[in-house]
């Protein structure tokens, strides 16, 4: 079975400054990967995945992320954030051969301050 | 086009109470899947339904919770004489009918259910 651990809880950042945000898995057969973020009072919403292939990940609002398969890990950063960046983010995993059964990290709350 | 449903989005409910948890999926989807998430901890997932099938249920609890997709209407978490360990944030997912390869999962915002 795959956990997954989110390093940071709560990242706080200012406006247009990075942000890395760390997670990582542990897992004995290949996984597939996936950033959500969830805005206040809604619901869960795909960032990028990584299935195979590129270990760098493109995805939606300027994120991306980097498997790296000797750390286990699949960290999501931003160049520039926004206050609109200001959400809960949730790192997953799941089995290729259940790739529906998703496990998550703890979540890692950013808040961006202007 | 509308996105997953919850409702209700909060639920407080006595020891020994039913709690009744439905989710309606994004439109044209027909698998559902229910996730909890306990205080500090991240989603687990509970159970993958089609219409009228149970596919995986190998995450729900073997007691007092149960789940069903029916042919109409929404899906439906039930979970009979509530404790408290159940307060928790219940999400639903849909995906589409044939779901692919690492197929994205569309989540609704939750119901917080919370056992007094």
């Known amino acids: 079975a795959q956990s997954v651990t989110q390093l940071d809880s709560q990242v706080p950042v200012f406006e247009e400054a990075p942000v890395e945000l760390r997670c990582n898995y542990s897992?004995?057969?290949?996984?597939?990967l996936f950033w959500y973020v969830q805005y206040p009072n809604q619901g869960l919403q795909l960032l990028l995945k990584?299935?195979?292939?590129?270990?760098l990940v493109k995805g939606i609002n300027g994120f991306e992320a980097e498997f790296n398969k000797s750390q286990t890990s699949f960290h999501l950063r931003k160049p520039s954030v926004h206050i609109s960046d200001t959400a809960e983010y949730f790192c997953?995993?799941?089995?290729?051969?259940?790739?529906?059964?998703?496990?998550f990290g703890a979540g890692t709350t950013v808040t961006v301050r202007a | 086009n509308a996105g997953v449903m919850q409702n209700p989005r909060h639920l407080v409910r006595r020891r020994g109470q039913e709690a009744r948890l439905r989710c309606s999926p994004m439109?044209?989807?027909?698998?559902v899947y229910w996730y909890r998430q306990l205080p500090e901890e991240g989603l687990k997932f509970m159970v993958y339904?089609?219409?009228?099938?149970?596919?995986?249920e190998s995450g729900m609890p073997k007691e007092r919770f149960s789940a069903e997709f029916p042919k109409e209407g929404p899906s439906i978490l039930r979970i009979q004489q509530v404790v408290r360990g159940d307060s928790a944030a219940y999400f639903c997912?849909?995906?589409?009918?044939?779901?692919?390869?690492?197929?994205?999962?569309?989540f609704g915002p939750g119901t917080r259910l919370t056992v007094l």
């Open positions: 439109k044209g989807h027909s698998h």
């Open positions: 897992s004995s057969v290949s996984v597939y």
């Open positions: 997953a995993v799941s089995d290729p051969s259940a790739d529906y059964k998703l496990s």
């Open positions: 990584y299935l195979s292939g590129s270990t």
């Open positions: 997912a849909s995906s589409p009918p044939s779901p692919g390869v690492g197929d994205t999962q569309y």
């Open positions: 339904l089609q219409k009228e099938n149970i596919i995986d």
